[in-house]
């Protein structure tokens, strides 16, 4: 799951990275000032593969490149 309002650029990477996974973007409306990545796995549980609730000022450090979420989901599909 992606949630926030640069959501549509991460999802684009995640489905062109990884085509079998369904990527679900904002299924409910996001927390002001948010920006959260989710893994949500077969068994139920869940990854939190990125947040930026306590990052910045900047407010640009809340949102994160595409690649390093896509590295991060990496490192746990294997």
Do not use: C, M
Not at 25 to 47: M, Q, Y
């Amino acid at each position: 799951r992606v949630y926030g309002r640069n959501a549509a650029a991460l999802s684009q990477a995640l489905r062109l990275e990884t085509p079998e996974l369904p990527v679900e973007v904002n299924p409910a409306k996001p927390r002001r000032g948010s920006f959260e990545v989710t893994l949500l796995r077969p068994d139920g549980s869940s990854v939190e593969l990125w947040t930026g609730i306590k990052k910045g000022p900047p407010r640009k450090l809340k949102f994160p490149e595409p690649q390093e979420v896509v590295e991060e989901l990496k490192k746990h599909l294997s």
